[in-house]
């Protein structure tokens, strides 16, 4: 009998398989069928340190016990003011605003910079935009995304943004003119919304740190809030807790989810700097922040979260890291001679390589192709478009990531001609 599920960017009418995973430690995942999986992509960008996280699954279940969930409107519990404490001790802004998923952290940060705006009387409700990006699969968030066939169907939905074009190699001026020009613009930007240093669906795309500091500092001339969304560069992805730190930038917004709970439990935060809070404070009902979701601040997603940054404030996690970002180094190296490749790169925990493809309808099969050939030889990958690359947990070892390679060399070699 056919299962009643309807899976998320799945095309159910092609009939490829859907492997069931039953368990899941470390870096493997273990399927009904008893095959294991290398989890080549950290389960969609989410888990950090890796699979069942003792520490984290031990603070679920106590807190599971104790207090589920509750009304976080007006109310409050103890791993929460434990969490936004530490939030702001680490990431260097003064106010959390939870919710419970990457879109939504993201549509909070553009409400707040909306709110700011409307608060102090401007009118002001232009967003800017980096072309590539990917800030999720609601409305707002994929107004602020870059349009293709992912969201043509809802394009009459989606409202108007302006968009600056991506640092490529030698075009980071061609950026930064833009964003000044847009920025300078009579009636004036609310907001700028960017991925660090990486812009993931979008290809992984890495762009220097000096570009990221340059567009911050433009924003800041301008009073043109700056919103990062680091909801799949934080917790060390990128070799650093945050990537804005390596371009020693602090943003008015900030979104956080996927690592946050070290990938275990769904829960996200918005950050935002004392004006942004302020715009908001008032005596008047009028001024308060109009969102919330069912789920705001789940005690169980909270404990998790402060599990997480008990690991991080005890155990080297950006070592881990580090000797993960120096095998994939080594992996790319191998591959980068290859000669359907090239554009090899590698940012923390991330490495990524070009398939060269001769046109679009290739394109749309080298995917599928190499993502089923992995999965025979155990291995979960799930390349974008031609873009092949690995991001596991980081508790993945050099020889796991050595095999993955060569998985991925093996599946290239596969692909037909
Ligand atoms: C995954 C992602 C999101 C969306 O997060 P969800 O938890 O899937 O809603 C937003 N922004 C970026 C940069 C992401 O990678």
């Known amino acids: 009998m056919s299962s009643p599920v309807w899976h998320p960017f799945t095309q159910h ?8 995973v039953i368990s899941a430690a470390g870096a493997w995942l273990d399927c009904a069928d008893g095959r294991r999986l290398l989890d080549g992509i950290s389960s969609w960008w989410v888990t950090t340190h890796g699979h069942c996280e003792p520490r984290i ?86 107004s602020v995304g870059e349009r293709g066939v992912f969201n043509r169907a809802y394009e009459p939905l989606l409202f108007d943004v302006e968009t600056v074009p991506f640092p490529a190699e030698g075009a980071a001026q061609t950026t930064l003119d833009a964003l000044e020009a847009l920025c300078a613009a009579p009636e004036k930007p609310a907001a700028f919304i960017v991925e660090p240093l990486v812009l993931g669906a979008g ?28 909801v799949m560069t934080g917790w060390g992805r990128t070799g650093t807790l945050l990537a804005c730190e390596q371009a020693g930038v602090v943003p008015d917004l900030l979104c956080l989810a996927k690592g946050l709970t070290g990938g275990a439990v769904p829960l996200a935060a918005t950050m ?18 109009f969102h919330s979701s069912s789920f705001t601040a789940n005690p169980i997603c909270c404990a998790a979260a402060n599990a997480n940054i ?36 590698r940012i923390g925990g991330i490495g990524a390589i070009d398939l060269k493809v001769a046109d679009a309808g290739y394109l749309s099969d080298a995917a599928p192709h190499l993502r089923a050939h992995a999965l025979d030889a155990g291995l979960l990958l799930r390349p974008l478009g031609n873009t092949i690359y690995l991001m596991p947990p980081y508790c993945a070892s050099a020889s796991e990531i050595r095999n993955a390679f060569a998985t991925i060399g093996n599946a290239i070699d596969a692909l037909p001609r």
């Open 13 to 20: 009418g092609l009939g490829e398989p859907i492997p069931q």
């Open 57 to 142: 699954a031990a603070a679920i279940a106590a807190q599971a016990g104790r207090l589920d969930q509750m009304i976080f409107a007006g109310y409050t519990h103890p791993q929460a003011e434990t969490l936004a404490r530490s939030l702001v001790d680490l990431m260097g802004l003064p106010h959390v605003f939870f919710s419970d998923s990457g879109s939504t952290a993201v549509e909070v940060a553009l409400k707040m910079a909306l709110g700011h705006w409307h608060n102090r009387g401007e009118r002001r409700h232009r967003l800017l935009v980096l072309a590539h990006s990917y800030h999720g699969d609601t409305i707002g968030t994929m």
């Open 203 to 230: 290809g992984m795309l890495v762009y220097p740190a000096a570009v990221l500091r340059a567009m911050r500092e433009i924003c800041a001339q301008h009073d043109v809030l700056f919103i990062a969304d680091e």
């Open 272 to 289: 935002a700097s004392a004006a942004i809070f302020e715009s908001h404070r008032s005596d008047e009902r009028a001024r308060m922040f």
């Open 310 to 345: 008990a690991i991080w404030r005890e155990e080297d996690v950006l070592g881990r890291v580090a000797a993960l970002g120096a095998a994939l180094d080594a992996g790319l190296a191998d591959l980068a001679v290859h000669p359907r490749l090239h554009g090899a790169r």
